[in-house]
């Protein structure tokens, strides 16, 4: 299907399947019938509460959500990540910033124009279709924003202000089916901005997107954006091989874009596993060593890979090691170290074998990623080896970790 097709499309499907919900929490009565309206208790049974880390806003969202924060100098973006089938896509994102100034409806109405610019002044074409002014002086929006990965998009987007607060919560309709929006309405419906939070005053800026690219191919769970001690910019994570066959050389390469769509920083990386099989996750740690320019606003990740075939006759799999007696703990300076050991059980000599290791926080973000090479540069079936994984730098509170182990096969030994 074209873009122009496919962008059509979208505009039938958000005459048809646009979601008006009330970002209060209350349902509106719309006098347009092609419109869904949120019921008055939206039904969240089973969902569990996110807290954003500044307490400025909470949400509840069903439980294999995944949150992930994009970096924004001026207020919070989270964007909430969802597999469907073998995609994941992000469905809702979240946007605060403190103006300073009291939400009165001038002020509202220059921060929701200051967020939604004219189509010439975006780095992506944005056709708003509908604007509606709700009773209690929220505002919601449907139209289509056309992304250079994606396409085009369909949203609804909902505007509100409390005390000095500005926010906007956009949800992505595209081809989403009736049980997809039912759980939208509800959990739209469950945001609550809490007013006395203490958060820096910013300057509303344009809609902006984060992830974008993942093609079906590969998907995306837990990704965090942070800068250590040092002044090193990370975007933590961890790739999901959505496939139903094996992946290699799998590279993954981050952009920093500015609020006018400009290419600020970029930087690759090979994933440290060789091969990802279907189904599989790595932990990945793209490393900005210049830190964050002042300016980004956003960032975008891609992934390059092939199905594996050279990689893989020499790959001996996580399936091939068993871990046992790992714990984390602190050293005496201070650091976080994993350690413990690893037995080689399958049925070859392995070389190169290494621990890739992931710290996670209670948000399911990926705050700290380690790959170490263990001391013994051979290890014969049945063989086993102590390990350590130190962490010297963390994205956040950890609350769980996660170790990989795989290595190559053996070359046999001269003889």
Known sequence: ????????????????????????????????????????????????????????F???????????????????????????????????????????????????????AAYQPPPDQARY????????????GSQRITGVRTYPTLGPRALNIFLQGNGTFFSALEVDTTDAPPQVLQTLTA?????????????????????????????????????????????????????????PAPLEAVRLSGVLYDAQGRRLAE??????????????????????????PATAVRYELNVAAREADYALRNFYGAENFVIANDEAVYNAQGTL?????????????????????ALWDEQGHVVAVQTIYVSKPRLVPQEAVSFEVPFYELGGSAV???????????RPEAG
């Open 400 to 410: 769980t970790y996660t170790l990989t182990v795989v290595g190559q096969v053996g």
């Open 1 to 56: 299907m074209s873009k122009r097709a496919r962008f059509w499309r979208i505009l039938e499907l958000l005459a048809a399947l646009a979601l008006g919900v009330t970002a209060c929490g209350g349902g509106i009565q719309s006098a347009d019938p092609v419109f869904v309206v949120a019921t008055p208790v939206p039904p969240d049974a089973g969902f569990v509460t996110y807290r954003h880390p500044s307490n400025v």
């Open 125 to 136: 074409d944005w056709v708003e279709l509908e604007r509606v002014a709700q009773p209690d």
């Open 58 to 112: 909470t949400i509840r969202v069903p439980p294999d959500w995944v949150a992930g924060e994009l970096p924004d100098e001026n207020g919070v973006r989270v964007q909430f990540t969802a597999l469907e089938g073998e995609a994941a896509i992000t469905r809702l994102s979240v946007y605060v910033v403190n103006t300073g100034q009291p939400m009165t409806p001038e002020a509202f109405a220059q921060a929701a």
């Open 337 to 357: 170290v994993v350690h413990g050991e690893l037995a080689n059980v399958g049925p070859q000599v392995a070389e190169s074998v290494r621990v890739v290791a």
């Open 187 to 243: 959990v739209v419906n469950t945001f609550h901005v809490n007013p006395d939070a203490a958060l820096a005053v910013g300057t509303v800026q344009q809609a902006a997107a984060g992830v974008t690219s993942y093609s079906g191919v590969v998907g995306f769970n837990g990704y965090y954006a942070w800068t250590d001690r040092e002044g090193v910019f990370h975007i933590t994570g961890e790739v999901v091989n959505t496939t």
């Open 267 to 292: 930087q690759s990386d090979i994933l440290p596993i060789d091969v990802l099989g279907s189904g599989q996750g790595a932990p990945f740690d793209l490393r900005f060593e210049a830190g964050k």
